[in-house]
């Protein structure tokens, strides 16, 4: 390093919410040229620190410096213009904006720099070589709705590329994409590195963290707990400061049912052409099966469609030997079969609604007392005996908003919505996708008593570690098929990947 | 690659659906009323859409940034009262301009109290509807207002063979393409149109964007009170009334989406042309003028339905298709992204 100041340098940040310290005196540095991996649990201020520098939200305490030189910005519109691009884990691509739209949405090039008028072939050929720098083949004037999600997360770097930032904050970015998609998304950092811009990347992925990037900065309860370069690192070094366990101790040792009973989920010839076909899938109770599978090969339709919020028009779904209709929810809900989508925020939160509100929305029915009313002292009892064996770190849970809680808990009372009903098949699709460590090993040791307990238990996660310390067979689909199966003793990350990429491919 | 022919011929067909609709309407009345098919009744047509045209035009802004103005019939009453009352005998030029900024300055109102009090749009212009009118009343005494000389003759002038009205309607066009295609402004009211909070985390001004919007809105309008006035030449205490749906119905009819985001400039103008035509043809039918009502009434209904069979396809159509279309005889070969298999328009 050189004696020049730092491209960001963070002086003793502070920030309370509500009272409550969530950072306490953050600093660290990130250099021109070098990519410094940011890592810690949900909740842990890594959001928070960059929340703050990118001015989306204001500081209590503290400096942030870009190039030596004091800078506070007051939104992200201030942020931008300084040179700081912030790509978040949600996108900010908008579906009905083309590509070039998208990537000079704040600052169109102008035809003359007086007047405020956008000079669109300029907009064109500048996006066309934003594009080629990340490697995106589609043409500046594609709607983005057509893109994919790993190429709609190329595009939000891109946009960081057009307004020539100094600063790039990557929070989450592998989180949507496939491995080869991630391998590409490394290239462009490299490539990036080379442009001598600061990089800040955050990731729940250690390996990724330790491959990637030259220093590493470790946050636990709102605090720097370690600094360091990342040469000869590994994870291990990494976790006891995050959390103080290793990652071995993260699933619950279990041992494989004894299968006597029938099958609870018998799926014969399910399809719908374009989407799935032909896909047989048997599960008994006390099973836990996972799902492996690229993103976008079809295993987020293959549980809509088992719960029924997608149509199927071949095969047949049959629980306890009972035949469900497709689309029909309710038939399916009544059998005793849950889903938990992927996507928290869209489809399965009332931010503002309370932790007992969220909990109590599938279950209801079966606490009606007659006339419409609900028997609410059963229902809160039951609600907060749950919500103590789910381990939820909430305030109160009838007044305190969900939106409050930090992923982990929020996803933990989802999963606890369903619980509720205490359904006899568990349909998860990803359901520790951006949850922290601690709140990961929490939900499979929850998976794994109700499995005990009998419940059968699909699980679709693009975690492999996750699905291999998890279950007791695995099937991996590939192109909208169940192309592979594979039973515990077999669990080979080689193998699975490996049919999951297609013969012969593995990437 | 697969499939992506029938996605091309499907957005193909939502793009020029409404034209293809306004030319089966104008085959169907020419059958029906021959004297429809005339060139001065054509004409006709086009004059008397003109001021929906403009009203439309400022409230395809609106619904692009998924707001909705419902007050445009009490601003043009406005402009309308003021231009008629206050300015009897000045100049054309300083009508114009007087209707644009009492609209504007309507716009203005809507604008700060959604934006400053956080109000949502639909109850705040339905308010300001009765405040707009109940002022015009107001100022009018509750009497028909007349236009002056110099606005009503303007109505029927002709500038290089066409009639001035028209013109005006083409420069209100132009002036939006501009605002949409030229300025930042159109991108960042779609983006507002499809996530208000993403385009804010992005660094879209969408406080500012909103104001503007609302302002060009009651702008339009304004323009829109002043054309309607200067073709009938008077203004009675119902002038006006009902424009907000036959305007929200006309850009909706052309291809805005009421769900925000999506539409462009041409939509408020086809869809009010459409909405002209079928008035229009059920005079010429001599149809009971008691049916007229219930015909726009279904004409509205059938954009909103439009609109939602459009969505709901849009929304099929940006999902991917993840089973490769059957490729006889091939080896199965490895694909980078699964996604590339997927349709996507080259345009």
């Known amino acids: 390093m050189t004696d020049k100041p730092a491209r960001l340098s963070i002086e003793g940040l502070e920030k309370s919410f509500f009272g409550v310290k969530v950072l306490h005196e953050v600093s660290f540095e990130a250099h021109g040229g070098r990519v410094l991996g940011i890592v810690g649990e949900n909740g842990s201020g890594k959001s928070t620190t960059m929340n703050l520098i990118a001015g989306v939200l204001p500081r209590d305490r503290g400096a942030v410096l870009l190039d030596g030189k004091v800078f506070e910005p007051r939104s992200r519109r201030e942020s931008d213009a300084a040179g700081i691009a912030f790509i978040q884990q949600e996108l900010n691509i908008f579906p009905n904006l083309s590509v070039a739209e998208n990537l000079f949405l704040v600052r169109p090039p102008r035809s003359f720099s007086a007047l405020p008028l956008i000079s669109r072939r300029q907009m064109h050929n500048r996006a066309k070589e934003l594009l080629r720098m990340v490697d995106l083949t589609v043409s500046p004037s594609t709607l983005a709705g057509q893109l994919s999600a790993g190429e709609r997360q190329l595009l939000e770097i891109a946009r960081g590329l057009a307004s020539d930032a100094r600063v790039f904050i990557l929070d989450e970015p592998t989180s949507s994409l496939t491995g080869r998609e991630a391998a590409r998304l490394f290239d462009i950092v490299r490539r990036l590195q080379q442009r001598d811009v600061a990089i800040l990347y955050i990731s729940h992925n250690l390996e990724d963290v330790l491959h990637l990037c030259s220093d590493v900065v470790v946050m636990r309860d709102g605090r720097v707990t370690m600094r360091a370069t990342t040469n000869g690192l590994t994870p291990n070094d990494l976790v006891p400061a995050m959390v103080g366990r290793t990652i071995e101790a993260l699933f619950p040792t279990r041992e494989t049912p004894a299968l006597t009973a029938a099958p609870l989920l018998e799926v014969s010839g399910l399809g719908e052409p374009g989407v799935l ?18 993103m976008g090969s079809g295993r987020s339709e293959l549980a809509r469609m088992l719960f029924g919020l997608d149509r199927h028009s071949q095969g047949v779904v049959r629980v306890e030997g009972r035949v469900l209709p497709p689309g029909d929810i309710k038939a399916r809900m009544d059998a005793g079969v849950a ?14 609604a309370s932790v007992a509100d969220n909990m109590a929305l599938a279950a209801l029915p079966m606490f009606a007392a007659g006339g419409g009313r609900v028997k609410t002292a059963p229902l809160l009892s039951a609600i907060r005996a749950l919500a103590q064996r789910l381990n939820l770190k909430s305030g109160d849970i009838r007044t305190a908003p969900i939106r409050t809680l930090s992923g982990g808990n929020q996803q933990k009372v989802i999963l606890g919505r369903w619980l509720l009903r205490q359904p006899k098949l ?46 007791d067979r695995m099937h991996v689909m590939r192109r909208g098929e169940l192309t592979a199966q594979f039973e515990r003793v077999a669990f080979d990350r080689e193998t699975i990947l490996r049919a999951a990429f297609g013969q012969g491919n593995a990437a | 690659m697969n499939g992506g022919s029938s996605a091309q011929a499907v957005t193909f067909a939502l793009r020029w659906a409404p034209l293809f609709f306004l030319a089966l309407l104008v085959m169907g009345f020419g059958a029906l009323a021959p004297r429809f098919l005339s060139i001065e009744n054509m004409g006709a047509i086009l004059v008397q859409s003109s001021w929906l045209i403009v009203v439309a035009l400022g409230m395809n802004f609106v619904l692009l940034a998924a707001g909705v103005d419902l007050s445009v019939g009490a601003t043009m009453y406005l402009a309308a009262v003021v231009v008629g009352l206050g300015l009897p005998d000045a100049p054309v030029w300083l009508c114009v301009l007087a209707s644009v900024l009492v609209g504007t300055c309507f716009g203005a ?8 009090l956080g109000l949502p749009a639909f109850i705040v212009t339905l308010a300001t509807i009765f405040v707009g009118r109940g002022i015009g009343l107001f100022l009018s005494s509750t009497r028909i207002v007349y236009a002056g000389p110099t606005v009503s003759g303007f109505g029927r002038a002709e500038l290089f063979g066409l009639p001035v009205l028209l013109w005006i309607a083409a420069a209100a066009t132009a002036a939006a393409w501009v605002l949409l295609n030229r300025t930042p402004l159109g991108s960042y009211v779609r983006s507002i149109g499809a996530d208000t909070e993403g385009a804010r985390r992005v660094g879209v001004p969408t406080r500012a964007v909103t104001w503007t919007v609302y302002a060009l809105c009651g702008a339009f309008a304004g323009l829109g009170g002043f054309v309607s006035l200067s073709q009938s030449s008077a203004a009675s205490g119902a002038f006006g009334q009902g424009a907000e749906f036959l305007a929200i119905a006309a850009a909706v009819l052309g291809g805005t989406s009421l769900f925000g985001g999506r539409g462009n400039l041409w939509a408020p103008v086809i869809g009010a042309v459409l909405i002209m035509t079928v008035q229009n043809g059920l005079v010429m039918m001599n149809a009971n003028p008691y049916a007229y009502p219930v015909i726009t009434g279904s004409v509205i209904f059938l954009a909103a339905l439009f609109d939602s069979i459009r969505s709901r396809l849009q929304a099929k159509l940006e999902r991917h298709s993840i089973r490769p279309e059957p490729q006889p005889d091939q080896a199965p070969t490895f694909q980078p992204l699964p996604a590339e298999t997927s349709t996507r328009g080259q345009s």
């Open chain 1, 277 to 294: 076909e032909g896909i047989n899938l048997q599960l008994a109770p006390g099973e836990i099966v996972g799902i492996a599978g690229l």
């Open chain 2, 109 to 116: 109102i809507n604008a700060s109290l959604i934006v400053r």
């Open chain 1, 339 to 352: 889903f938990l989508t992927e996507d928290r925020r869209h489809e399965g939160l009332m931010p503002d």
């Open chain 1, 426 to 471: 568990f349909i998860l699709d990803e359901p520790t996708r951006g949850v922290d460590v601690g709140a990961k090993e929490e939900i499979y040791r929850l998976l794994a008593e109700m499995a005990q307990a009998g419940m059968a238990i699909l699980i679709i996660s693009s975690e492999l570690e996750e699905l291999v310390g998890l279950c």
